[in-house]
């Protein structure tokens, strides 16, 4: 990536401004994988000095800031004990400490990486982006913004919630990217199922989560049929970490395993 | 750009393009320890430390590093020196091209975790990628090189 | 032994991790020209027009080169000695570029920013040429990658580029034929290996500068300085005494800095320019414009008798050696060569076959040097006779395999490019070896397997190898010692140090030659203008050939000083006692220190040194047994690699920690081929598998536990009864994980490399079948 300017905005609304100037000026999380880019940046707006850097917990939520790196994520202690760990437990498995270090969250989610092993995750509690400009609204309508306006992605608000969570992620080596990855979360008996990396976006298993969801019991047959469900409802692809075939069968195994470790 | 970084305890004060990274900027200042290895932000040799937490230097621009304090080898002698002994009674000593970052790295676990396991140190350690050693006596020398703190 | 044989800290460990300036980039001149190469984005295309006029026009652009800068000089950036094994294919720029990533034209600028928007000045008009992409179908197809005329090889090695072929080979022991024919069990399969990349930490870097004498001077990051020396002066056609080539300290090499790299370019800009220059390859550079290890079909076919009697070994092998034939032939010959006298007792072998030119990145030496390949296949398949005959494989091993004091014909019929050596094993405790590899994995408490429960299961599996000790009559290593004032020796070397620890093992053996400590001995590698020669890092012959050097010198400078004392002493050498620290005669007495005081300031003045050389006239193989124990997941085809055990026979260790360093990195690279490490090219023939992202080498997560060994050996012509390490340690993993998986979930992997997906879904072909 090519930058011509820098600016360190001081105000969320001065960077706003700055964002809105150009079409080619761009906002700067923690500036992670630059030079993958070939992108020509008119001016990199940096939020480091506009007081994004908080985790501030409240009595019924978590709200992360978008400036606060994925290594701090990783080592707050409510996350790590709530809904079984599995936020804590996606944010780990990404690369290596130094680069959590850098990565922020808010360039995390902004990205929609469909290899991503938080937004995987934040899909399987109840999570909130909030942006400057459009306001709140649930992850999952944010992933699927289409909006052309330029906006900035304050924090992001998780629910403290009593539920039983499971996470996996299918890698190769201790720092490769999901071959796929799998979020199961169990509230009162109340399923959701998000598999990402498949290699596109994280997404719900719609239809699984209501075969799921309507079951009286929730038996090692019930979790088997589900997991069959999710298999044939995902579309799933083929890249350079696998074939379609595996992901698919990949997804289905894990599935059923994490039901089952949800299901107690 | 002009910016002001601490590094080693010196005020230094560099002219930086907005797209320079502070791994070009330390090394067209002399401090070699720190190494090119492989622009993806994946084999850990570039390391650096940012106000005492491990980060990428060839992935973090030079201007975010403006303000804050910057560590190399070159400011931890002591403790480089530590741990090279274990790595020379253990064997785990071969081209060295990734040593420098691993001993910053170790630090850095050694502040932000009480008696790492064998698990945590893998963990934290697992994106300082070594070619030459198959890890095992890295591993034995840097858990003998713990020891010693206790 | 007091210094060899000890695990003593390396000599230069400290200063490396203290972060001391010592690679090859740490001494480029810091107002170096920065040399970047325009790359070819096509597999294989003709250069119609190239203008260079808006680059050169760019305000800091000092030089751009294209191939109409080059005479028509084919050489080979091989590395290897002269003259080589590998055809002259290569022109430091050509109108044709021949893979993706191939040269098109360079350019030197101020900085690296000026030096990329050059880059995109070029204008080039390219004929795009339909590739060969699939090395199956290379082998005379109508598509010729060569077809230059001015190309050539340097004595016969089969080249044939009308053909597609940089090499091809025929061997035979006996009738196969019939021995097949005879063979109451045969079986036949074919094995693909992939084309592994070196991933050493160090990017290839190298500088250049015009000293205040007028001469060239190269720091470069290779294992071979004096061949880099010798190749710049062929193809730039630059007087040889005018070069100098210095390897400062290199961040590994594998192989993959046998080969020469940017040295033609950077070479180029400072003789024209006059100026410093320098270039470090960037990491997708590295993956695609480098080299890589050559990929092989084996079409193998074996016979026995029915109670487990090998008695044939027949193998068809196509090898690509991508677009030029960098170490085509070698690597071919060292498929068989390090691998078949494994079963010395076959009645007859047969191995033949072609190696090919593909428009891929070129194929180059890399640690294992075709017995990786070589192994992956006959290992696995004798595992697989040895389950038609069901026979336990250690017992079919102990039965068939090589064992101390025999020999195989095959040493004498394959050297490397040409015909070998009889050799008989003085030394093979791979007897030994296997014996200890089955007690330490608790084989007969697995094998097969056991089921784990929850869909694992645990299975272990095993491979034998062997490899070399240098190339006999070829490879030749020098070694100068010279004696300092105080009594302190400096140690000068041409062998390269890369990171295995050549500096420290071979001031172990001189230090022990002369009786003194290891930190008397001062060493220094490489530099072409101070240091003797030595063919350099490859071949495993680092300990055994230039090892015997430094033993050599060792010994004659402890004469020499002996000779000195006596003159003293006025009394015959015979008569001195030395224990390296004191010299005695009768009531005679007087220290090293004071000699050598003496020798330099007072008295007879002369200075003691002395070069001693060496070469080999065998090349002993080390042996090794590999174990390695597995959990395989039956669901999801994934694998936990719990244990890997290496018993090893490498003769005396000359520093056994450092030893085992070699061999564990080895492991860990070969089981990075077996499991992680994947080559995709697209179908257009562009590399996908290009950065440290999409190529996965282990990381410290995946290594459990390397549990390695070595025998009680002793090899009575290598130093202090040392052979090679520096290779054998990488050549089990493949086929020893292959096994492991077949034994724990009963699917036959043949394809490198074992990901879980193909084992799945061989899991789920098997189910269908059943």
């Known amino acids: 990536m090519e930058i011509v300017n820098y600016f360190k905005a001081k105000t969320i609304e001065e960077a706003y401004e700055k964002l809105q100037e150009d079409k080619a000026n761009l906002i700067i999380g923690g500036g992670a994988w630059l030079r993958l880019s070939s992108k020509t940046v008119e001016t990199a707006i940096d939020l480091e000095h506009v007081g994004l850097n908080q985790i501030k917990e409240t009595k019924d939520t978590i709200e992360i800031d978008a400036y606060v790196t994925l290594r701090e994520v990783e080592k707050n202690e409510t996350l790590k004990n709530l809904f079984s760990g599995i936020v804590s437990k996606g944010v780990n498995g990404i690369m290596g400490v130094a680069l959590r270090n850098l990565v922020t969250v808010g360039g995390s989610i902004a990205g929609k990486y469909s290899f991503s092993d938080f937004i995987t995750p934040l899909l399987a509690v109840n999570t909130e982006v909030v942006m400057y400009k459009a306001g709140k609204m649930p992850l999952e309508d944010f992933l699927k913004l289409r909006s052309r306006e330029k906006d900035i992605i304050l924090k992001i608000i998780i629910k403290k919630e009593e539920m039983l969570g499971y996470y996996y992620k299918m890698k190769k080596t201790g720092l490769d990217f999901a071959v796929v990855n799998v979020g199961i979360t169990n509230q009162d008996g109340h399923y959701k199922i998000i598999v990402g990396a498949r290699p596109s976006l994280a997404t719900f298993a719609v239809k699984a989560m209501e075969f799921i969801n309507n079951q009286k019991e929730v038996t090692e047959k019930v979790m088997e049929e589900t997991a069959k469900i999710a298999g044939e409802e995902l579309k799933f692809g083929t890249n350079s970490k696998a074939g379609k075939e595996y992901r698919t069968e990949l997804a289905k195994v894990y599935i059923r395993r994490g039901l089952k470790e949800v299901t107690k | 750009m002009r910016i002001n970084i601490e590094v080693n305890g010196n005020l230094k004060t560099y002219d930086v393009a907005p797209d320079d990274y502070l791994l070009d900027t330390l090394r067209a200042d002399n401090i070699f320890s720190i190494k090119r290895g492989c622009e993806t932000s994946s084999c850990g040799v570039c390391t650096v430390l940012m106000d005492g ?65 064998n ?32 | 032994m007091k210094v060899v044989n000890q695990a003593l800290p ?10 001391k300036k010592a690679y090859s980039d740490d001494y480029a001149e810091p107002n170096s020209l920065i040399v970047k190469v325009l790359r070819s984005p096509h597999p294989y295309a003709k250069i119609v027009k190239i203008d260079t006029t808006k680059a050169e026009a760019l305000d800091g652009v000092e030089l751009v080169l294209t191939y109409k800068d080059f005479d028509r000089r084919p050489f080979t950036r091989a590395g290897q000695g002269y003259p080589e094994p590998s055809p002259h294919d290569k022109f430091v720029l050509d109108n044709y570029v021949r893979y993706i990533g191939d040269e098109a034209a360079a350019v030197a600028a101020v900085d690296v920013r000026t030096a990329e928007k050059a880059l995109k000045l070029i204008d080039i008009e390219y004929e795009v040429l339909e590739p060969v992409l699939d090395f199956e179908t290379a082998f005379e197809n109508k598509i010729i990658i060569h077809p230059e005329p001015e190309i050539h090889e340097m004595f016969p090695i089969g080249f044939d580029p009308k053909k597609n072929l940089a090499a091809s080979y025929h061997m035979h022991v006996g009738d196969v034929d019939k021995s097949l024919e005879e063979s109451e069990v045969v079986i036949e399969q074919s094995f693909y290996t992939h084309a592994q990349a070196h991933v050493m930490i160090e990017p290839h870097t190298v500088n250049s500068r015009m000293d205040y004498q007028g001469r060239l001077v190269i720091y470069s990051s290779t294992q071979t300085p004096i061949h880099v020396r010798r190749i710049i002066s062929q193809a730039l056609d630059y007087p040889l005494s005018k070069i100098r080539v210095i390897k400062p300290r290199v961040g590994g090499g594998f192989g993959g800095k046998q080969q020469v790299h940017g040295e033609m370019f950077v070479a180029t800009v400072t003789i024209k320019t006059g100026k410093p220059a320098k270039m470090i390859y960037t990491r997708k ?113 102990h039965k068939n395999m090589i064992k101390e004091t025999e020999t195989s014909p095959i040493f004498k019929i394959m050297g490397e490019g040409g015909e070998g050596i009889e050799m008989f094993m003085d030394t093979c405790k791979l007897d030994y070896c296997v014996k200890r590899g089955y007690e330490l994995i608790k084989w007969k408490d697995i094998y097969p397997n056991k089921y784990l429960g929850n869909s694992k299961y645990k299975g272990v599996g095993m491979a034998i190898a062997m490899q070399g000790s240098g190339i006999p009559y070829i490879d030749m290593a020098s070694a100068t010692i010279k004696l300092n004032d105080d009594g302190f020796y400096n140690l000068m070397i041409g062998a390269t140090d890369i990171g295995q620890g050549s500096d420290t093992i071979l001031s172990q053996i001189a230090a022990e030659a002369l009786g003194t400590t290891l930190d008397n001995v001062i060493p220094y590698s490489s530099d072409t203008d101070l240091t003797p020669f030595d063919t350099g890092a490859y071949a495993s012959s680092t300990t055994y050939v230039s090892g015997n050097a430094v033993l050599k010198a060792g010994k004659e400078m402890r004469q020499m000083i002996i000779n000195e004392a006596a003159k003293v002493f006025n009394v015959k050498p015979e008569d001195v006692e030395y224990d390296g620290v004191v010299l005695k005669s009768g009531e005679n007495e007087i220290t090293l220190k004071e000699l050598s005081n003496r020798l330099y300031y007072n008295e007879d003045q002369k200075q003691l040194q002395i070069t001693s050389s060496y070469y080999g006239t065998k090349s002993p193989p080390p042996f090794m047994a590999g174990f390695v124990e597995v959990n395989v997941d039956k669901e999801t085809g994934e694998v936990e690699i719990v244990d890997y055990v290496s018993v090893v026979d490498c003769g005396t260790t000359i520093n056994p920690m450092l030893a085992k360093g070699q061999v564990e990195g080895g492991i860990v690279q070969g089981i990075g081929m077996a499991m992680y490490e994947e080559v995709i090219y697209t179908k257009k023939g562009k590399l996908v598998t290009n950065d440290l992202m999409n190529y996965r080498i282990p990381t410290r997560r995946e290594i459990n536990k390397l549990t390695t060994e070595f025998a009680d050996s002793y090899e009575k012509s290598g130093p202090y009864g040392a052979k090679s390490v520096g290779e054998i340690g990488i050549d089990t993993p493949p086929a020893a994980l292959a096994n492991a998986v077949y034994n724990a979930v009963g699917v036959r992997i043949t394809t490198l490399p074992i990901t879980p997906e193909k084992i799945l879904m061989a899991l789920k072909e098997k189910e269908k079948g059943e």
Do not use: W
């Open chain 3, 10 to 19: 390396s000599v230069d460990g400290k200063g490396l991790m203290m972060g």
């Open chain 3, 285 to 397: 550079e590295v993956f695609e414009s480098s080299y890589s290890r050559h990929p092989m079909r084996f079409d193998l076919k074996l016979g026995s008798t029915k109670d487990g009697v090998l008695k044939a070994i027949d193998a068809y092998v196509v090898s690509d050696t991508g677009a030029y034939g960098e170490h085509a032939l070698t690597v071919f010959m060292v498929a068989a060569a390090k691998v078949f006298p494994l079963y010395n007792k076959v009645d007859s072998v047969r191995f033949h076959g072609n190696v090919v030119y593909t428009n891929h990145t070129p194929g180059g030496a890399y640690r294992g040097y075709g017995a990786i390949q070589g192994n992956f296949a006959l290992e696995s398949a004798i595992d697989m006779l040895c389950h038609k005959l069901d026979i336990d494989p250690i017992e079919f091993r």
């Open chain 2, 119 to 150: 698990e945590d140190i893998k963990e934290y350690l697992v994106g300082n990628l070594c070619r030459c050693t198959g890890y095992e006596a890295q591993h034995r020398a840097i858990k003998l090189c713990l020891e010693d703190d206790e």
């Open chain 2, 53 to 117: 937490k491990a980060v990428q230097s060839c992935t973090i621009l030079s201007v975010k590093a403006e303000g804050h304090k910057i560590t190399t080898i070159e400011g931890h002698q002591k403790e480089a020196k530590k741990l090279s002994e274990h790595f020379g009674h253990q064997g785990a000593d071969q081209c060295g091209y990734c040593n420098s970052a691993l001993a910053l790295t170790v630090h850095a676990m050694k502040d932000e975790i009480k008696e790492p396991t």
